[in-house]
């Protein structure tokens, strides 16, 4: 079977790596070995880079990455960091020739210590203990929404948001914004206000939760997160009204979630107007630092 060029640069890279006994260099440093062309298009596509953004390559080598992001739409902007200031002053003068220098720039710098608090995109391929380093810096610093694309490595136990599997993986991940923890909200549901709090627990844009209500206890259902946008439902009884079925949609921004929530109630008794009942309310949810998830509840669960 035929290997393709780039599974054949990266055994050729860690066949070099072990020979030169450099094993806990794959911590902190990467070889350069250049993308091949066609895996460049392809995770610039997967990017669905829009206009006015800017990308950053983690790791830019000779800068392939970066300029064809550039070349790939008028008003991107693009950024390449390397820890090789051979191959940040060849990118530069690429750049230049390339006539894109008012538009692209590359920093000799430790990807550790790249800004990406300003970018809508990571690109990077590094060995992948790298990889997996650098997510701790993504998820701290990169604005929910950034996109992160990397060729053939994964990130661990993060899911990725998209892949392009043939004939070689490239994958995206969508930053989410942070949920984990507690939050409370009031809603006003058949005349009566009441206190919601929700225990919710993250796995990257993996969510899961819980709430209680009054004496009410329920988990939430169809859960998700895409960046900053958050969805769940949650179907409870709920007392003086019956079976209820809310849905959330909002966004979610710091120590705020703030949307709206479609609550479908039980049909009236009355048989003129068996129809299911809705309302649509503005939701609004803060972080909390302790949650009334935990009150005791006696003995009354009717
Ligand atoms: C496998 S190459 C990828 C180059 C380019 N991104 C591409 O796909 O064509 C990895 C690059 O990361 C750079 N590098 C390795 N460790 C680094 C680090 N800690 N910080 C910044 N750059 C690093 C190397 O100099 C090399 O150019």
Not at 257 to 278: C, F, H, R, W, Y
Request: net charge neutral; hydrophobic share 45%.
């Amino acid at each position: 079977m035929r290997m393709s060029k780039q599974l054949g640069a990266v055994a050729a890279l860690l066949v070099l790596t072990a020979y030169l006994g450099h094993a806990h260099a794959q911590e902190r440093f990467s070889l350069f070995v250049g993308s091949d062309p066609k895996t460049v298009e392809r995770m610039v596509k997967l990017a669905g880079l829009r206009d006015h953004e800017t990308a950053i390559d983690l790791g830019s080598g000779d800068g392939r990455i970066v300029l064809a992001a550039a070349q790939s739409n008028p008003t991107v902007r693009g950024i390449g960091v390397d820890i090789d200031a051979k191959l940040v002053k060849q990118s530069a003068a690429k750049a230049e020739e390339l006539g894109l220098a008012d538009r692209v720039r590359f920093e000799h710098r430790n990807a550790f210590d790249a800004d990406l608090g300003k970018v809508d995109v990571i690109f990077m391929w590094f060995f992948p203990e790298l990889m997996r380093l650098v997510r701790v810096k993504i998820l701290e610093q990169a604005r929910p929404g950034t996109r992160v694309v990397a060729a053939l490595w994964g990130m661990g136990s993060w899911t990725p948001d998209a892949v392009d599997k043939e004939p070689t993986e490239v994958s995206m991940w969508i930053v989410p914004a942070r949920v984990e923890g507690s939050w409370d909200w009031q809603l006003d549901v058949g005349g009566v206000q009441r206190t919601y709090s929700a225990i919710f627990e993250q796995q990257f844009q993996t969510l899961e939760g819980v709430v209680r209500t009054g004496n009410r206890h329920g988990i939430f259902h169809d859960l998700k997160l895409s960046g900053e946008q958050v969805s769940f439902v949650l179907m409870m009884t709920l007392p003086n009204i019956g079976f209820t079925r809310h849905e959330f949609t909002g966004r979610v921004t710091g120590n705020t979630m703030q949307g709206a929530v479609k609550i479908t109630l039980p049909p009236k008794t009355n048989e003129e107007d068996e129809e299911l009942q809705s309302l649509v309310l503005p939701w609004q949810a803060r972080r909390t630092v302790t949650s009334a998830f935990f009150a005791p509840t006696g003995v009354d669960i009717r």
